[in-house]
């Protein structure tokens, strides 16, 4: 007979699996978590304890405590926004569906008989109300006056000199007069850049937090703690992730099927990019991206919408590159993974061999001793996805404690957001914490407007949106960016002048573009006298280069500098590199490869250090030179142009030519060049001739046909790419 699992004998009892651990942990004998197995003597004895004990009351007293407070909470202001709207006085009408001065009142018991007098005075008429404000009015502007300067302060990026001396309290001449003793010439509506920003406030004695332009700068306010009472348990926000046709949509379309065949038979889901799926009177919020490249865009713009990650890995394949991502991304994240291993129906699968190979990534089967959740299903058959779900709602029971006050202005995240040509801008939205209602005004980064109309994912309309749940929002004034954290605001308003002022941020940080990391500023901290931390991505051309480059950075001097390596792989560099890059301060180290079309100009954008090496050693003595202080001029690569070898022609006296299609920019004669197969360096050289039809030329623009010698190298095959570039040395 099978011994039984924690989790199993927790749901005989109807409890939780954390309160069945926290039992065995108090009586003697704790295990390790909730797929953990116990001897049948032993669960028996928790069967008799808690079955026959004081904790399934316990567990039943705050289920229906939550219960009684959370419905008159919710309808109250279901209630009372749809009359304050016609009532004359809507303003005033407005806060009081979200409640927010009643946690206030008691918490400041202390002056019990100036509370009533408010509350009362504007209520007579409009002489008291302007009796009250001719009676408060003199108070702030005492307090202002016996205000000291303040000692930190939050600024957004691109902040001008005169914003800055406001926020600081201070004369705009007294900073423009410390950039000025820094050789730095600005003038009072200039855009400061980071290091002016933190050079002023160090001489200031200010401690400044740069903040992303679209973010509030005053956040801090809205964040009080919440009472625990007002707290209520909220589905856990699943993504899924892992390699290219190892059965992420299959799994989900399964998922979506199954659910929809059990509650709504006939009904068309509408796909809004994120749906709910019900388990055992559950929910689980799924959110269905494109894969881990919009799941790391989201973490690089600071959103952190994912509660747990499920990885895919096909049973008959195995782990690929691709699934390496995953990890990397999901681990950069900080979230859970729940491993799905799918194809298990297929005659060739071999889900141990996928638990070994993974192993080697750090993912540990609990039944091998570890704490990864494996479960084995199979989206074609159906089989285990009940499990797969059960797992996932255990997951987020042990490891992590979800929950959410749902009477507080609604927060959350943008998961994507287009412009339909009849509805506008519309949005797919995720609620985090608080209710969002029809009517309220909302406000994502530098958009803004008022909810008109939301909608589920069956394309039902609905009126609210509480914790966990998905919705497809209509009533933008401009498309939000995904990614972007929302909130619902009491006043329009309010949350048009905030959107107008984070656009002007916005423009103002781009005038002083944020570079990322670089060797240079690893150079500057080893002047400051601090060990310096560099992230780094490494590509090469094969594993055996990779490993090589990884083991000779890992002999660096410590006491330099501290190198992380957040990822490795072989093959060209991608634009799923720069935005992992991006997202964890790193630069890209590439040997014997290059970045294709679409990253090269991406990196730029985002400011990401890109350096590509033929040489293992020069690229650690980079880094080396750097942390010592003696990088030298830097060598820097300007690309001329690039053409596609179309056919080649065998010619006396000169060997193999390329007939080539130059495709952007120029190639030149005596330029030096490498030939990029399948993203990787074949070879580095120079052209040795270039011909159009049988004339020599200089050089060949961009659209046109040409022949092309390189100098000591035959083996030239069709649809290579032969980049042209030169070399110039840039004093650092």
């Not at 405590?65 to 009359?83: D, E, G, I, L, S």
């Not at 993504?239 to 299959?250: I, Q």
């Not at 909130?487 to 103002?508: K, N, Q, V, Y």
Request: proline share 6%.
């Amino acid at each position: 007979m099978a011994k039984p699992r924690v989790h199993e004998v927790a749901k005989e009892l109807g409890l939780t699996s954390k309160e069945v651990l926290a039992h065995l942990e108090k009586i003697g004998e704790p295990v390790k978590s909730h797929s953990s197995s116990i001897d049948e003597t032993l669960a028996e004895r928790v069967r008799s304890e808690l079955g026959n004990g004081t904790a399934p009351a316990a567990k039943a007293a705050p289920d229906k405590a939550p219960a009684k407070k959370a419905v008159p909470k919710k309808a109250a202001p279901k209630k009372a926004t749809p009359k304050a709207k016609p009532a004359a006085e809507a303003p005033t009408a407005k806060p009081a569906p979200k409640a927010k001065p009643a946690p206030k009142a008691p918490a400041e018991a202390a002056p019990p008989a100036e509370a009533p007098a408010p509350s009362g005075e504007p209520a007579r008429g409009t002489k008291s109300e302007s009796v009250t404000k001719d009676k408060v009015e003199p108070e702030p502007a005492a307090a202002d006056t016996d205000a000291p300067a303040p000692t930190a302060v939050k600024v957004h990026r691109g902040i001008t000199v005169k914003d800055f001396a406001d926020k600081v309290d201070r004369p705009p001449a007294e900073i423009v007069k410390i950039l000025i003793g820094v050789g730095e010439m600005v003038t009072v509506t200039q855009s400061m850049s980071d290091d002016a920003i933190e050079l002023v406030a160090a001489e200031l004695d200010v401690s400044a937090q740069i903040v992303d332009p679209t973010l509030e700068e005053t956040e801090d306010e809205d964040e009080t703690e919440e009472d625990a009472a007002s707290l209520v348990p909220r589905p856990p926000v699943v993504t899924v992730m892992g390699h290219v046709d190892h059965g992420k949509t299959a799994i989900l379309d399964a998922i979506r099927k199954t659910n929809v065949a059990g509650g709504e038979a006939g009904g068309i889901t509408q796909h809004i990019g994120a749906y709910r799926v019900k388990h055992d009177g559950r929910d689980v919020t799924f959110i269905d991206t494109p894969g881990h490249a919009a799941f790391t865009a989201m973490r690089a713009r600071g959103a952190q919408a994912t509660d747990i990650a499920v990885l895919v890995v096909a049973a008959d394949d195995g782990v690929m590159p691709q699934t390496q991502e995953a990890i990397d991304h999901a681990k950069a994240a900080g979230v859970p993974i729940v491993v799905a291993v799918n194809k298990i129906d297929k005659p060739e699968a071999d889900p141990t061999r996928v638990r070994q190979q993974l192993s080697d990534q750090g993912l540990l089967a609990e039944e091998w001793g570890g704490e990864t959740v494996f479960v084995d299903v199979s989206a074609k058959a159906g089989t285990n996805l009940d499990s797969l779900i059960e797992m996932i709602l255990l997951t987020s029971d042990v490891q992590l404690d979800l929950k959410a006050n749902p009477d507080t202005h609604a927060r959350g995240v943008v998961i994507e957001a287009h412009l339909d040509k009849g509805r506008g801008p519309v949005a797919t939205v995720l609620v985090k914490k608080g209710t969002l209602y029809q009517g309220d005004a909302i406000l994502a980064g530098a958009a803004w407007g008022r909810v008109r109309a939301m909608q589920d994912e069956n394309g039902q309309g609905v009126e609210e949106a509480g914790p966990g749940v998905p919705v497809q929002v209509q009533g933008w004034q401009s498309v939000p960016e995904a990614g972007d954290e929302f909130r619902s605001l009491d006043d329009e308003r309010e949350a048009r002048t905030i959107a107008e002022e984070r656009g002007h941020h916005r423009r103002e940080a781009e005038i002083v573009a944020a570079r990322g990391v670089s060797l240079q500023s690893l150079l500057a901290a080893t002047r400051e006298g601090e060990v310096p931390e560099l992230n780094v991505l490494i590509k090469a051309d094969a594993q055996g280069s990779v490993e090589a480059l990884d083991d000779q950075l890992a002999k660096l001097d410590q006491s330099l500098v501290t190198v992380n390596v957040i990822r490795k792989g072989v093959g060209g560099i991608t634009e799923n590199d720069v935005t992992l890059a991006q997202a964890s301060d790193a630069i890209v180290i590439g040997f014997n490869v290059v970045e294709n079309a679409q990253a090269r100009p991406m990196a730029e954008e985002a400011g990401v250090d890109v350096r590509t090496y033929r040489v293992i050693y020069q690229a650690v003595q980079d880094i080396e030179s750097a942390a010592k202080g003696l990088l030298g001029p830097e060598i820097r690569e300007v690309p001329i142009g690039q053409a596609e070898v179309r056919a080649t022609f065998r010619v006396p006296r000169l060997g193999v030519v390329a007939g080539c299609m130059v495709l952007d920019g120029k190639i030149t004669r005596n330029a030096k060049a490498r030939l990029v197969r399948d993203g990787t360096v074949v070879y580095e050289t120079g052209i040795g001739s270039l011909r159009r039809f049988k004339d020599d030329v200089r050089e060949v623009a961009a659209g046109y046909e040409c022949g092309i010698g390189l100098e000591g190298f035959q083996d030239v095959k069709e649809g290579d790419i032969i980049q042209a570039f030169e070399v110039q040395e840039v004093a650092r």
